[in-house]
Each structure stands twice: as C-alpha cells, then as structure tokens.
C-alpha cells in the first residue's frame, strides 16, 4: 500500500548516472531522455531545467514501476504505479504522494474508488471486498472509515456511523425483502487478564425496533427476521 522503492533524486551537479537525451545552452537535461541512476532505477521521459518534469516512465529495481507526469522530479498529476507486490494505483499525485481522485486495487483483489490525501484514503470513497463481494461506500478519514458510510452486503445493506473503521451509534439494517431493523452499536473494552481494562474494543449490536412495507412493531414481535439479523451480524 505503500511506495516501495529507491526513487532517489539524481544530482546533476554531481554528475550521477548515466544519461543520454536533449539538454539545454546550460548543458542541464532537457527535453526527452533516459537517465541510468548509479542505484539501478531508469528513467525515461521529459526534463525540464535537469529536473525530470512532463511524462516519464520510472522503473525501480526492486520491479515497481510509474508512468505517469512528473513536476520537478516529484510525482504530481495522473499517474499509474505498480507495486512489487502486484498491487497498483491509478489516479491523482501530488509532491510524490497519492492526493486527489485515484483507484487502487490490492494483491488480494480488493479495490479502493475514491479520493486521497497525502497517501491516506481520505473523504468519500468505496473499498469492494474481492472475497466476498461486499463493499464498504462512505466516508474517510486518515485511511479510515469514519463518519456516515455503509457495509452493502448480497441480500442487506447496514447504514450508519463509523469510527476508526468500526460503526458507533444509531443505524440500521436494511434487508432486500422491505424491512429495516434499527438499533444501536455500541463498542466495550474487554477485561484483561489480571483484570485490567484491555486496549481491544469489542463492537456490539443493540436492535430497538423494525419497520416493514405494511407494518411498525418492537423487535420481540419479530422472530421471523432473527436468522437474517444473525447472518448480517
């Protein structure tokens, strides 16, 4: 999920690398060329003033690879980066990290659609679960789900409040047969060994009521919805 690699910057006052390409009356690299980093990394696109700045395509040793458009040596607007664990991002950069709109799909399948900020999922965006066709559409915050979102399941939709990836507070359970089951989420520590409060947080469902297309009638009144209710639990 990260930027694995060595994109180290190549100092034209040092004279690092090998580089064949066009150069300006000052001798800096300019226009299009390709640059062979003493680490092993190539690059190939457009300079501007020795800095590599346009389109280029830059391969990391290590097999990751970016093509896309660079702005003084930093990655900055549309850009693809293939990771070496076969994970890949497509979409917005700036100053080198992923900020804007972009895609990333991970070695396990799973995809993220939305927006970015500063290498984080952060603002309205959707991660599919490649596993088991679910997928979580709301809001973000510092690679988090946090705030108003939705788990959106085969047969039912879960809407509600997030925070720090778990939900918190009101929501409900919408079922595709019409009915809507509202509750609560509540989140306990638990006990420790020696009976000290754990840092792991357990989350807990707190059903209150359902409504129907024909009917409203506190929960005790409906049996027939428990194995529904348990599998989306």
Aim: proline residues 3%; hydrophobic residues 20%.
């Amino acid at each position: 999920m990260s930027d694995i690699g060595s994109d180290d910057l190549d100092n034209e006052q040092n004279e690092l690398g090998e580089y064949e390409g066009e150069r300006n009356e000052a001798g800096e690299r300019h226009g299009f060329g390709r640059a062979l980093l003493p680490n092993g990394d190539i690059y190939e696109g457009h300079y501007q003033l020795g800095k590599r700045h346009g389109q280029g395509t830059y391969r990391f040793r290590n097999g990751a690879r970016y093509v896309g458009n660079y702005f003084q040596n930093m990655k900055h607007g549309e850009g693809t980066f293939h990771y070496p664990d076969g994970s890949k991002y497509e979409g917005s950069w700036a100053e080198d990290l992923r900020h804007g709109h972009g895609i990333y799909t991970y070695p396990n399948g799973d995809t993220y659609d939305g927006q970015w900020q500063k290498h984080l999922r952060h603002g309205q965006g959707t991660y599919h679960y490649q596993n088991t066709g679910s997928k979580y559409k709301g809001s973000w915050e510092n690679g988090k789900m946090e705030s108003e979102g939705e788990y959106i399941h085969s047969n039912h939709r879960y809407k509600g409040h997030f925070i720090k990836n778990s939900p918190s507070g009101p929501g409900k359970y919408v079922f595709d047969m019409g009915f809507e089951q509202h509750g609560e989420f509540i989140q306990e520590k638990t006990e420790g060994e020696w009976g000290e409060m754990s840092q792991t947080t357990n989350v807990k469902w707190i059903p209150k009521y359902i409504t129907g297309p024909s009917y409203s009638t506190p929960l005790r009144n409906i049996s027939a919805l428990k194995r529904d209710v348990a599998a989306a639990e």
